[in-house]
């Protein structure tokens, strides 16, 4: 490992990515920032210069797997490693099954399954090469079903079985793979749902209210440090207790 542990960030353009972005910078992380929306990523790492914290901007689609590999190939000739690895880019495109298209579903798997796998593939021998890697996955509480969300749901389950895998593939390397799986979290994903859908989740909600980006940018960072050195595998639901049942008033 380098002296300097190198993070790389998907989604990292705005909501939970920018926070778990700027929480790993705070513990002293370089950052590689990677979004598809270059607007957010110039704004961001604008920020993180002005607070002292050096960043690499990479403006990529997650799911084309030949930038994947140039830019982290880009990351390991500037950095020297690659040490953690955050997939969090996903999207939602919700709706019952019968209205879900198969470009809807194409698109959420793709992004929020897909891209996770090249970014584990692509990363792995520069982890394996060091004997160091932390993965953390953002997968959500969805994975365990969610009306409207078949498509997310199926996304979100796949990852968790892909970080599982994973966690037993790479443990002789001392990589570890875990997740962590937000509940409804204040974003502009979710400011983005219609009224009555983000009403209706907040019912649900044990805690009545939305988690906020830094609850869940505090467990990806503990899942990235050295103190989780006997953790693998596993799923932190960060969620106001949601995953322990759904409440309905
Ligand atoms: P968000 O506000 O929509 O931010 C996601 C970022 O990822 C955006 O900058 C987005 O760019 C970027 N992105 C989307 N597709 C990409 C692609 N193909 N390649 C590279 N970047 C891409 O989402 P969020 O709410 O912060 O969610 C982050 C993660 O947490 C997601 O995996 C989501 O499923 C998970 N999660 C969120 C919640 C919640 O309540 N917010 C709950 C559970 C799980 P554009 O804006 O240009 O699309």
């Known amino acids: 490992m380098s002296e300097q542990r190198i993070a790389v960030v998907t989604g990292a353009g705005q909501g939970i990515g920018a926070a778990i972005a700027k929480h790993l910078g705070a513990s002293g992380c370089k950052l590689v920032l990677v979004d598809i929306n270059e607007?957010?990523?110039?704004?961001?790492?604008?920020?993180?210069?002005?607070?002292?914290?050096?960043?690499?901007?990479?403006?990529?689609?997650?799911?084309?797997?030949?930038?994947?590999?140039?830019?982290?190939?880009?990351?390991?000739?500037?950095?020297?490693s690659i040490?953690?690895?955050?997939?969090?880019?996903?999207i939602i495109r919700d709706g019952f099954i019968s209205n879900i298209t198969e470009q809807n579903w194409d698109q959420v798997l793709d992004v929020n399954l897909k891209a996770a796998f090249l970014c584990c593939q692509a990363v792995f021998p520069y982890m394996k090469e060091n004997k160091y890697g932390k993965i953390v996955n953002i997968v959500s509480r969805a994975w365990l079903g969610n009306?409207?969300?078949?498509?997310?749901?199926?996304?979100?389950?796949?990852?968790?079985?892909?970080?599982?895998?994973?966690a037993l593939e790479f443990a002789r390397y001392l990589i570890n793979v875990n997740a962590v799986a937000p509940g409804l979290i204040n974003t502009p994903m979710t400011q983005g749902m219609p009224e009555d859908a983000r009403e209706r989740l907040l019912r649900m909600q044990p805690t009545g209210k939305m988690g906020s980006v830094d609850d869940i940018a505090a467990a990806v960072n503990f899942?990235?440090?050295?103190?989780?050195?006997?953790?693998?595998g596993q799923i932190i639901h960060v969620d106001g207790g949601k995953s322990c049942g759904l409440l309905s008033l």
């Open 39 to 80: 607007d957010h990523l110039t704004k961001l790492s604008k920020q993180l210069d002005d607070d002292g914290i050096e960043n690499m901007p990479v403006h990529l689609d997650v799911t084309n797997k030949a930038k994947i590999e140039k830019s982290f190939a880009a990351v390991k000739e500037r950095f020297g």
């Open 83 to 90: 040490d953690v690895l955050v997939n969090n880019a996903g």
């Open 147 to 166: 009306i409207g969300q078949a498509n997310y749901s199926a996304s979100k389950g796949g990852l968790v079985s892909l970080t599982r895998t994973l």
């Open 223 to 232: 899942l990235a440090s050295d103190a989780s050195e006997f953790i693998t």
